[in-house]
């Protein structure tokens, strides 16, 4: 009898389906090759990849429960393609936008969502331009992985902002900054679906007022 790996174990316990894996799988193959000569990750092996850029955005996924939300997802600071490119895989129902400025970056973006033709992604070199595209009947998350908060305070501090909230998910302990007032630090556990290897992830969620 077969071992089951430890990926498959993710993927099957969270039952998801064969073209899901199949993209979650290309997706982990493409960001391998090119980080070979485009700095997209410090994670340069493939189980590194799964556990940090796949695995972990699933878990959040399934924690914030987004297969059945109508919210639109805005990934600041995307670069590699985590969260945004793995929500959207996910659930082909939510609008997901990448903001990264890098041109490398945004080319590397580009060619995934070809390759994998996801339909529901749109990128951007800033998110000014992201928040405007976003439909007034759904409300937005900003989700973060690797990126600062005051980073993202610097890009909405703008005239245009004054008095606004926006609601931000980020991967990580909490980093706050001025306006931002943190409603709760999520401690997410593979654990609670039964998954081998063990591990946990931190999300902190808030509310930025500029």
Same mark, same amino acid.
């Given at each position: 009898? *077969? @071992? ?12 998801? !389906? #064969?073209? *899901? ?17 485009? =700095?997209?990750? /410090? ?28 919210? #639109?997802?805005?990934?600041?600071? #995307?670069?590699? /393609? ?30 995934? %969502? ?14 000014? +331009? ?6 007034? #009947?759904?409300? *937005? ?21 004054? /008095?606004?909230?926006?609601? %931000? ?9 001025? !306006?931002?007032?943190?409603? =709760?630090?999520?401690?997410? *556990?593979? @654990? ?9 992830? +931190? ?8």
């Amino acid at each position: 009898m *077969t @071992e089951e790996s430890p990926e498959s174990q993710v993927f099957n316990r969270l039952h998801l !389906g #064969s073209e *899901t894996i199949n993209r979650l799988s290309e997706y982990v193959e493409i960001l391998a090759s090119w980080n070979q000569h485009i =700095r997209l990750s /410090g994670y340069r092996e493939k189980t590194d990849i799964r556990q940090h850029l796949v695995w972990e955005p699933l878990l959040a996924a399934q924690y914030f429960g987004l297969a059945s939300s109508l919210c #639109s997802i805005v990934d600041f600071g #995307s670069g590699n /393609g985590s969260p945004g490119i793995i929500f959207s895989i996910l659930y082909p129902h939510l609008h997901v936008s990448l903001v990264e400025r890098k041109q490398k970056k945004l080319s590397f973006l580009s060619y995934v %969502i070809s390759r994998l033709k996801l339909e529901n992604v749109t990128f951007y070199d800033n998110i000014r +331009t992201a928040l405007a595209a976003q439909k007034t #009947s759904s409300s *937005t998350e900003i989700w973060m992985k690797a990126i600062s908060m005051q980073s993202l305070f610097l890009e909405l501090s703008r005239p245009e902002n004054k /008095g606004k909230s926006f609601s %931000i998910k980020k991967f990580g302990e909490l980093d706050p900054v001025p !306006g931002c007032q943190y409603i =709760r630090k999520h401690v997410i *556990t593979s @654990e609670a679906w039964s998954l081998s290897p063990i591990f946990k992830i +931190t999300v902190s969620e808030g509310l930025l007022t500029v």
